[in-house]
């Protein structure tokens, strides 16, 4: 079965500080995404990969850094954490089919 | 650019049945899909719709129109835990890449 597996599942993080968040996927899919939801926001697009060691700039990729080392991992950094970055982060997969695989999502608490 | 809406919120009766809309904005359409997610759970793929015309998948039909840029998920005999928000998704192409985005999600109650 398709999984998409991100760490950690929830993090606590101080303003200005680095997170990095982790996704891995064995679907062995060309497509993978960060999107974040917010409530009255719902899922947007931060930033997306469709082959490895390269990214593309989602809808909302200012304050985000992508990084795509290989075809199963694909990172979100966020350099210095801020407040407006509370949220709930997941990662997908997709090949260029319709279906999109979503990991079970990282909470993100920045203090 | 690209841009997907939905209602907020919509309530139903066990029974009977409930209409999610979703109106898009897009340029490279390249199909359009629906989405389940439960509270505290990811999306969860639920149809996928590329030409004109009602796609029937029993529990769950979808209904697109391209030229109006509009859609819907129609949810029949309607059960407590179809309870949920429904997330519409298009499908554009960037660069000839595929680049979902997602509505906001419509919040569905069912009541008894």
């Known amino acids: 079965e398709a999984a998409v597996t991100q760490s950690p599942r929830s993090k606590v993080a101080v303003t200005g500080g680095k997170v990095t968040l982790s996704c891995h996927q064995t679907?062995?899919?060309?497509?993978m995404y960060w999107y974040r939801q917010d409530t009255g926001h719902g899922l947007r697009l931060i930033h997306y990969?469709?082959?490895?060691?390269?990214?593309e700039k989602g809808d909302i990729p200012d304050g985000y850094k992508a990084s795509r080392p290989s075809q199963e991992n694909f990172s979100l950094i966020l350099e210095l954490a801020s407040l407006s970055q509370t949220a709930v982060y997941f990662c997908a997969s997709s090949e260029r089919g319709p279906e999109v695989f979503f990991g079970k999502g990282t909470r993100l608490t920045v203090v | 650019g690209q841009g997907v809406e939905q209602p907020d919120n919509l309530m139903s009766v066990e029974g009977t049945f409930a209409r999610v809309n979703c109106t898009y904005s897009?340029?490279?359409?390249?199909?359009l899909s629906w989405y389940q997610q439960r509270e505290g759970h990811a999306p969860v793929f639920l149809s996928y719709?590329?030409?004109?015309g009602l796609k029937d998948s029993g529990h769950f039909s979808t209904f697109l129109s391209r030229s109006n840029g509009y859609s819907y998920l129609l949810l029949t005999e309607l059960q407590i835990k179809d309870s949920a928000s429904y997330l519409c998704?298009?499908?554009?192409?960037?660069?000839?890449?595929?680049?979902?985005?997602f509505g906001k999600g419509t919040s569905l109650v069912v009541h008894p």
């Open positions: 998704a298009v499908r554009g192409t960037s660069g000839g890449n595929y680049k979902p985005t």
């Open positions: 719709v590329v030409l004109d």
């Open positions: 679907n062995n899919h060309d497509y």
């Open positions: 897009t340029s490279g359409f390249n199909g």
């Open positions: 990969s469709y082959v490895a060691d390269s990214t």
